[in-house]
């Protein structure tokens, strides 16, 4: 006795997943009912046109990033640096971050977050490629930048240890904005893009989950805690940018 | 060598292409990868004998739909030129009736429960009992969603065939 085609192998044919004898049983069933057939037979070609759809996707180099080793030795790296870092006092202010969120949205442009990331991005394309002179003070003069960063922003400022990214400091300057004076911080990292972190005072949206945008070739994530906005920014095609994000506000409210 | 690597490392390609299943923006979809790889290697030794396979999908697959929760169906920001990268990349080869422009659009029509069991199982040839223990649902549940998953693919394709053909007439 032989079981009644079922559901079950109707899916299975389509996905070519029958053992043999019960592939003829189907196949047989298929004959007496074309409507069904037409029917399974567009399910395949719709199968086949997805699969070669996706196909390109799966055979491009994974992101070094995305290597166990790699991941394992951030691991490894994070916690010294967090140490560090909590010592060093970073970016700013007093208190506990809320909840943190990523959401990606259309910002009005003319103030908040979506004035934030568009300053960020102005002052990465000025300043993150120049080769000469990217910023005004280098890393050896961390001590200065702060110094003199708190007191034109007017509330105390530090500099994000993103070494657990692989991303050294490389120095900082202050820029304008629309908005008053705001610290460019500029971060290297071996054979990839600059990233630089902006952070200013902000007058609306004191306090702002994150948000990741992008306008042509530069991608942002921004937030803002307790009246101090942060925009992070690199190339579009770099990638791990929000956990450096989280990183960047984790340091700053645990000072 | 270190055998999370040797199991985890040749997964990478099919999860980014689940994730890029979910989302057209190829940076975010990266990034959340990324975040279901360190989860994987930070709670490596909580998995218990879990296969592997359908352990990282579900990591993955929960990160997504958290994502899709917290980012309901806004416009993202996000150029023409990322968002068509997909259907343009295989746009020159396209040899079959189907638009991949329609199947595309199609696919982000379904429900995500729909959507999920497609791609978990016709582009990521997961059995059907490893997508089920992915969703979190019983074998039969799976077979039978996929089936009209299927089905409603099939009517949006068609949908649009139908419509992108009025505006060419």
Redesign the interface.
């Known amino acids: 006795m032989t079981a009644p085609v079922g559901e079950d192998d109707l899916t299975a044919w389509v996905d070519d997943r029958l053992a043999a004898e019960r592939r003829s049983v189907v196949e047989r069933y298929l004959t007496d009912h074309p409507e069904i057939a037409a029917r399974l037979r567009q399910q395949q070609d719709q199968r086949s046109a997805l699969r070669s759809l996706f196909a390109p996707i799966a055979a491009e180099p994974v992101p070094a990033t995305m290597r166990v080793e790699a991941i394992a030795e951030s691991r490894r790296r994070a916690r010294p640096a967090w140490f560090q870092a909590v010592a060093a006092a970073l970016l700013l202010a007093v208190g506990f971050g809320s909840g943190w969120g990523v959401r990606t949205r259309t910002m009005p442009p003319q103030a908040g977050i979506g004035a934030l990331a568009r300053e960020a991005g102005y002052s990465y394309r000025v300043y993150a490629f120049d080769e000469q002179r990217p910023a005004e003070m280098g890393a050896g003069e961390q001590r200065q930048l702060v110094s003199w960063a708190s007191r034109r922003i007017g509330s105390r400022v530090a500099v994000p240890d993103l070494a657990a990214a692989g991303y050294r400091f490389t120095g900082g300057r202050i820029v304008a904005t629309p908005h008053g004076p705001a610290l460019l911080l500029l971060y290297d990292r071996a054979g990839r893009a600059r990233l630089a972190v902006l952070s200013r005072p902000m007058d609306i949206d004191k306090d702002a989950s994150m948000v990741s945008t992008r306008y042509d070739d530069v991608q942002q994530v921004s937030w803002a805690d307790r009246g101090i906005g942060y925009s992070v920014v690199a190339p579009s095609a770099t990638t791990g940018l929000q956990p450096i994000a989280a990183a960047i506000r984790d340091q700053a409210a645990s000072t | 060598m270190?055998d999370?690597?040797a199991l985890?490392?040749p997964l990478?390609?099919?999860l980014?292409?689940y994730a890029?299943?979910w989302l057209r923006?190829t940076?975010?979809a990266?990034?959340i990868?990324?975040?279901c790889?360190?989860r994987a290697?930070?709670s490596w030794r909580q998995r218990r004998g879990d296969a592997v396979r359908p352990w990282l999908y579900a990591i993955l697959h929960n990160l997504l739909v958290d994502?899709g929760r917290?980012?309901p169906r806004?416009?993202?920001?996000?150029?023409i030129d990322?968002a068509d990268v997909?259907?343009l990349?295989?746009r020159a080869e396209q040899t079959?009736?189907?638009e991949?422009g329609d199947?595309?659009r199609s696919?982000d029509a379904l429900p995500p429960d729909q959507k999920a069991v497609?791609l978990l199982?016709?582009?990521e040839d997961l059995s059907?009992a490893e997508a089920a223990t992915v969703l979190g649902i019983p074998v039969?549940t799976l077979?039978?969603r996929?089936?009209r998953a299927?089905?409603r693919?099939?009517e949006l394709?068609g949908a649009g065939a139908r419509a992108r053909l009025r505006r060419v007439k």
């Open positions: 270190d999370r690597a985890i490392e990478i390609p099919g980014r292409r890029r299943g923006d940076a975010l990266d990034d990868v990324q975040d790889l360190e290697v930070s994502h917290r980012a806004r416009p993202t920001v996000v150029s990322t997909v259907a990349a295989v079959d009736a189907i991949h199947l595309l696919l497609i199982v016709s582009i059907y039969g077979m039978s996929l089936s299927r089905d693919l099939a394709i």
